[in-house]
């Protein structure tokens, strides 16, 4: 998988918490395109 931020980078380049992000993967508003099943790092 190439281009991979875990969530934490992911906040940051958002200006979201990491736990929004969850949260709102969880309801379904913005999910990630994939996620590593080793550490977590998601794919943008």
């Known amino acids: 998988m ?3 931020m875990t969530i934490g980078e992911f906040a940051a380049a958002t200006w ?3 736990k929004a992000l969850r949260l709102y ?3 379904g508003l913005l999910s990630p395109d ?3 099943p080793f550490n977590g790092a998601l794919h943008r």
Do not use: G, Q
Request: aromatic content about 0%.
């Open 25 to 27: 993967d969880r309801n």
């Open 34 to 36: 994939a996620v590593d």
């Open 16 to 18: 979201l918490s990491p």
């Open 2 to 4: 190439a281009d991979l």
